[in-house]
Every structure is written in structure tokens, then in C-alpha cells.
């Protein structure tokens, strides 16, 4: 696991003063600056006052002007801040739309905030990897050095003694681990160690978009392809020219996706949906699955060609528990991480801290250890040291 990004400037728009104040506070500890909107005017207001801005949280609905108008605006007059919409579920198919005219994502009410909080933290690292800025650039490279990344078990060391020596080609990687093993991080480390590394990164959440949705993501789409479509978009393999596409969980895209993902593979160049005009790209393309694509082949589920294409190299991120004697290293990490932000002063864990960690199961990995740590610090009390069993969660302290 590696430090957050840099903390940004974040606006919130939206009309219900609770939901407001909620983001605004929540934001706030996490080190952001943060200016809130009652309405679409108010917002498109202080965006023009903060040129900076790097994300804008917008409520989907809202007097005055709506969140896929103002979204519209922001495309034309600011297209570096980036838009995560929040929706009711009878208002999906517009944010889904939204995303289609440009928005980074979507959550849907009630959401959680932990979900939103790393939308954010991906909005504006996105933003940084498109910067001009090459200070900002080198900074992301020297945060995803191999000795920046936590685990010094044998099989996260034969992990990064593949992925040093893979990094330096072009070959396309698969990735395979359980959700939460850090697949992300692992393909940003091949990137920022690789030739490639000042130009972009492009990351696609493949299972959370829909085969029209998807496509028009990766390929982009012309000015009137489709209902809505009320301007042009580059897609994310154009934005990943000379640098590194990143599509998770690859084994959920559909069929006819494949196809054309395979076809970019092999010729290297596709049209923009709605467009013929043909667009030559260099990416190299690295894929994560929590799948065993191998089985979906067998199914009749995923395309044996495509397979073979994408995992030139295949990496294989180890489960928690099969690296125990990592946790030590990541709980460290991790209240380094966090107690600062909660502004306790605790230097370390108990041992039985850590024997109950290293006898649980850990379904979510990595990602559920920080969750648990988070929480550990946010309960402690605030002149604790050490974090203490009582911290722990129940279906922790079961095993």
C-alpha cells in the first residue's frame, strides 16, 4: 500500500444542508480544502472564483440547475475538475448517462462515505497524472517505487522481482488476486518503474459499466452517436497514448467488447463509436481479474484469443492470509496513515492486537486491514499509544 495522494480542493454541490455539511466535515479531515454549494448557480459561481478546484460532488437533482447541467458547463469552461455525481436509484440512467457526457462516477443514495472517499482520491490522482507539471509526475514516481509498496513476506518478494523485471517492456500483464489484494497498485508500479512513466496512467473499472457504457469509455464516442451524446469524447485508450491502460476486473466485460478490445491489441487503432475515422494508438495494456479467466474460457464466457493476448506475463497478488507476516508492517502503515488524521498519538498495536489480526481469515484483504485500523484509531482513546483488542470489530476478535 502506498501514501494517499496529494489532498486537493473538493466542491460540493448539492441542496439538502445535511449532505453538505456531512461531505463538508468528512473532506476537511481528510486534509482538503473544501467549499460547498446550496444549488447549480452557487456552484458554477465558486468554480469560476477557484480555478483550482480539482473535484466537483454534485447532487444529481437540484433547483435552479441540475447536476448534468452544470456538469455540462464544467466540461466547456473547466474540463481538469473532475465530477462524481450522487443519484437516487430512480435517477440511475441519468448518471449513467452523465458519465456518457463526461462525469469520473457516480454513487447512489444512501452511499457510503468510504466509497466516495476513494472516488475522490482517484479523481484528483487522475488529474495529476494529466499534468503538464513534471514535478508533480516525478513525485507520483518516487511514491510507486517497489520499496514504497508494503511486504517483505517471500511470496510478495517473488511478486516484486517479476513485476521489476517486467516493468521495463511493453508486454501486456494480467494480474490476478482477490478483491482488496492491491491489483491497482501493482499495475501503478509496472507503470511509474516503466519507459512509460511521464505519460498517463488510465484506470477503467470494467464491472461497473454497462456494455454501451463501456465501450464508449475505452473507444469514445462522436457528437450525436447516441441520445445525449451532445459532444465529442476522447475515449480512454486516446488518453492513454504512449502511456498505460489499466481495465479491472477484465473478466466482466462483455462479448462484443472483447472483440474489439482484441482487435486494438492486434492493429493497434479503432473508431470512436459513431465515427469512422481511424485512430492509431501506442498502449500498453495491463488487465486484473479476481476470475479464473482460464474456467470462463472453458465456459464459452471469455474469448481464448483475448486470453492469450493479455496474459503475456501473468502476476499472481498472494491473499492476506497466505502472507500473515506482512500485517505487522501494514498495521505500522497504516497508523501512520491514520492516527494523524484522527489526531491520536498512537505509536504501535498490542501483541494480542496482532495475534487476533493474524488469525482471521480476511476476506477483503488489504483493503479490509486498513478499514480495521482506520476504525481502531478513530475509537482509541485520544491519549492511547497502543491499540488494544477492544478496538478490533466483532467478527475479528471471533477467530
Not at 81 to 96: D, E, K, L, P, Q
Not at 295 to 303: C, H, M, Q, S, T
Request: glycine share 6%.
Amino acid at each position: 500500500m502506498l501514501e494517499n495522494a496529494r489532498p486537493g480542493t473538493i466542491l460540493i454541490a448539492d441542496d439538502e444542508p445535511n449532505i453538505r455539511r456531512v461531505l463538508e466535515a468528512t473532506f476537511q479531515r481528510e486534509g482538503y480544502q473544501v467549499f460547498t454549494a446550496e444549488n447549480g448557480r452557487k456552484a458554477l459561481e465558486l468554480l469560476k472564483a477557484n480555478r483550482d478546484t480539482d473535484v466537483l460532488i454534485s447532487d444529481l437533482i437540484m433547483p435552479d440547475i441540475n447536476g448534468v447541467e452544470l456538469l455540462e458547463v464544467v466540461r466547456e469552461t473547466n474540463p481538469r475538475v473532475s465530477v462524481v455525481m450522487i443519484t437516487a436509484h430512480g435517477t440511475i440512467r441519468t448518471a449513467v448517462d452523465a458519465m456518457r457526457l463526461g462525469a469520473f462516477d457516480y454513487v447512489t443514495k444512501p452511499f457510503d462515505i468510504d466509497d466516495l472517499k476513494v472516488l475522490v482520491r482517484k479523481a484528483i490522482e487522475r488529474r495529476e497524472l494529466e499534468s503538464p507539471d513534471t514535478g508533480v509526475r516525478e513525485k507520483l514516481k518516487q511514491s510507486y517505487r517497489f520499496d514504497n509498496i508494503v511486504g517483505q513476506s517471500p511470496k510478495m518478494r517473488e511478486v516484486f522481482d517479476l513485476v521489476e523485471r517486467v516493468a521495463q517492456s511493453r508486454a501486456s500483464v494480467l494480474i490476478r488476486g482477490e478483491s482488496g489484494t492491491g491489483k491497482e497498485l501493482i499495475a501503478r508500479a509496472l507503470h511509474f518503474n516503466s519507459p512509460r512513466a511521464s505519460e498517463n496512467f488510465v484506470a477503467v473499472a470494467c464491472i461497473a459499466l454497462s456494455e454501451n457504457l463501456l465501450e464508449s469509455e475505452l473507444f469514445g464516442h462522436e457528437k450525436g452517436a447516441f441520445t445525449g451524446a451532445l459532444s465529442q469524447k476522447i475515449g480512454r485508450f486516446e488518453l492513454a497514448h504512449k502511456g498505460t491502460l489499466f481495465l479491472d476486473e477484465i473478466g466482466d466485460i462483455p462479448m462484443e467488447v472483447q472483440r474489439k478490445l482484441l482487435r486494438v491489441l492486434q492493429e493497434r487503432e479503432f473508431e470512436r463509436v459513431g465515427g469512422n475515422k481511424t485512430i492509431r494508438v501506442d498502449v500498453r495494456l495491463i488487465t486484473a481479474t479476481n476470475q479464473d479467466l482460464a474456467k470462463l474460457v472453458e465456459k464459452g464466457e471469455f474469448r481464448e484469443d483475448l486470453y492469450f493476448r493479455l496474459k503475456v506475463v501473468q502476476i499472481d497478488l498472494p491473499p492476506l492470509r497466505e502472507r500473515t507476516e506482512d500485517i505487522p508492517l501494514l498495521v505500522d502503515h497504516f497508523i501512520r496513515k491514520y492516527a494523524p488524521e484522527e489526531g491520536r498519538k498512537i505509536e504501535g498495536a498490542s501483541q494480542k492486537f496482532l495475534d487476533a489480526l493474524a488469525a482471521y481469515r480476511w476476506p477483503g484483504n488489504v483493503r479490509e486491514l486498513e478499514n480495521v485500523i482506520e476504525r481502531a484509531c478513530v475509537l482509541a482513546d485520544p491519549d492511547a499509544r497502543i491499540l488494544t483488542p477492544d478496538l478490533l470489530p466483532p467478527e475479528v476478535l471471533k477467530t
